[in-house]
């Protein structure tokens, strides 16, 4: 087993308060041991690194491979306008593309000091083997841990929003009812094969699922995804209660708040995670911690789309696990971790009447972005401690960032922005180096994504035309429905 000593560095402790001058040994992917600054091990290799700060690998736990290509796609977007913006902002994609995006997307997480992520990928009409193998070697490659939850449902946007077709100028009427996702047995059937023959476990990537969002997936569809949980021992999210019109939505349709449906039929156990979560109520923060479940908290995200703050301190006191992502670059424009518990924490002092007291602190917000992310995707990482996975970030204390170093964990959150990481190791071997990614070559993926830039948008050209044109119904009915949210309670609670 080799075994290396990095020396000389300030080491993040558990509490994520306070970084002392430490040596760290790492043997074979793990962390064997903390020592004094001037401990002397025999038979291993040193790596010096002084003047650098070594903290857990941040762990994104929430995000979208796909979303990469499409960075900066939109403006004044809420959710409902990204979902009526999606046929042409994702469309078009090839198995090349799938592939692109996915190491785009790891790339530019491993750049900012980020480890692993849980990625929900989508593929257009369904997933497919192929798909899903290349963007697992995609993460490979550029050397990350992940959770690849294909995301999945078997009805459209238009087909899952009460309401919606009906709301469109009668000329789009018949080209949006028609639009299919893959049948349900077909999605199944793949995800089965695909699970049985996974063989990514070993580059630590996992397969997961993610039936998309509660309304986009029939009740049969989501107890398919279930049994497929259950049975390979996937890690499962879902987009829940993200934005107003969706909750509105799970009293029209299921007459309970979305999250209590999915735990009807099943879905809410320890290995499943929210995603976003804007609109859980207490009883379903109540009742995510009864299930051992989670919550991926994308304030970022949430904020571009206009979708409000999540209970982030009211689901951690409910005993909530409680991690923090990017969301995909289609709605949050960037995989920055740092910017996401940056953002995490001030929204957090944005809460309706909330006391300092229930704002995320700054060590509490790195805890969350590494040891709660981790909790989230099942990883045995995210903390400096004995026998944790050696993912590891390494932060230049020379760089402006840090200059001075007056508190460890304020400077994280508050200044920090992911261009002083330097180097960065994934279960004990190097995957950047001095900011460079060693698994592949950077300038080819360059030329690659601008070539594939110019393709996808003369090729998704007219679909944007048509997009354009139904995106302000889209958004007028959603709004509508979202507005109508506290009547349509009322009205369903009066029965
Ligand atoms: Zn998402």
């Known amino acids: 087993m080799t ?16 970084a002392p001058l430490a040596s760290l040994l790492i043997e074979g992917d793990r962390i064997a041991a903390v020592l004094p600054a001037d401990a002397k091990v025999e038979d291993a290799a040193t790596h010096d690194a002084s003047g650098r700060l070594v903290i857990p690998g941040l762990i994104n736990a929430h995000t979208h491979g796909h979303g990469a290509l499409a960075k900066g796609a939109g403006d004044k977007w809420d959710l409902a306008l990204l979902l009526a913006h999606a046929p042409w902002v994702g469309g078009g994609r090839g198995l090349h593309e799938k592939r692109l995006s996915t190491t785009l997307n790891a790339v530019e997480m491993l750049k900012k000091g980020c480890t692993a992520a849980f990625d ?31 995301m999945i449902a078997d009805k459209t946007f238009f087909q899952a929003t009460p309401g919606l ?57 989501m107890q ?30 299921y007459g309970s708040t979305l999250l209590a449906h999915m735990d009807r039929l099943g879905l809410v156990t320890p290995r499943f995670s929210v995603a976003h ?3 859980l109520t207490p009883e379903d923060l109540a009742l995510l911690a009864k299930r051992g479940a989670g919550l991926a908290h994308n304030a970022g995200a949430n904020m571009r789309l206009a979708s409000g703050i999540a209970p982030a301190r009211a689901a951690i006191e409910a005993g909530v696990t409680v991690g923090i992502g990017t969301d995909g670059s289609s709605s949050a424009d960037n995989q920055n971790m740092f910017e996401a518990m940056r953002l995490a924490a001030f929204a957090s002092r944005l809460w309706e009447g909330a006391e300092d007291d229930e ?13 709660g992310s981790a909790a989230i995707m099942g990883i045995d990482a995210g903390v400096i401690v004995p026998g944790k996975l050696a993912d590891l970030a390494f932060l230049d204390l020379d760089h402006i960032n840090w200059l ?4 460890v964990a304020n400077q994280l ?44 948008t003369a090729a998704n050209a007219a679909t944007r035309e048509w997009c354009d044109k139904i995106a302000p119904h889209v958004a007028c009915h959603c709004r509508a429905m979202a507005g109508g949210f506290t009547r349509v309670r009322r009205l369903l609670k009066a029965d």
């Not at 009906?166 to 789009?172: D, K, R, V, W």
């Not at 704002?359 to 040891?371: F, Q």
């Open 404 to 407: 001075p170093l007056n508190n």
């Open 3 to 18: 075994r290396l000593l990095i020396t000389g560095a300030r080491v993040l402790n558990p509490e994520a308060d306070d």
């Open 277 to 279: 979560g804007v609109w």
């Open 165 to 221: 077709v009906e709301a469109l100028p009668e000329e789009h009427r018949e080209r949006a009812a028609a639009m299919r996702m893959a049948g349900m047995e077909d999605i199944l059937r793949t995800l089965e094969g695909v699970a049985r023959s996974w063989k990514h476990g070993a580059a630590g990537i996992t397969l997961g699922i993610a039936p998309t969002i509660p309304l986009h997936c029939t009740d049969a569809f």
């Open 413 to 456: 959150v508050w200044t920090e922005d992911g261009s002083a990481v330097r180097d960065v190791m994934v279960g004990g071997a190097w995957k950047l180096r001095d900011g460079k990614v060693l698994g592949l070559d950077e300038a080819k993926l360059a030329r690659e994504a601008r070539e594939a830039a110019a393709r996808l």
């Open 359 to 371: 704002w995320l602190g700054t060590a509490e917000t790195v805890r969350l972005a590494t040891a």
């Open 120 to 150: 929900l990928h989508a593929e257009f009409p369904g997933p497919t083997a192929d798909g899903l193998d290349s963007i697992a070697e995609a993460y490979a490659e550029a050397g990350l841990r992940a959770v690849l939850a294909p």
């Open 224 to 253: 398919g995804c279930q049994k497929l949980a259950d049975e390979f021992g996937l890690r499962m999210q879902t987009h829940v209660s993200e934005a107003r019109y969706q909750a509105a939505g799970g009293e029209i349709a």
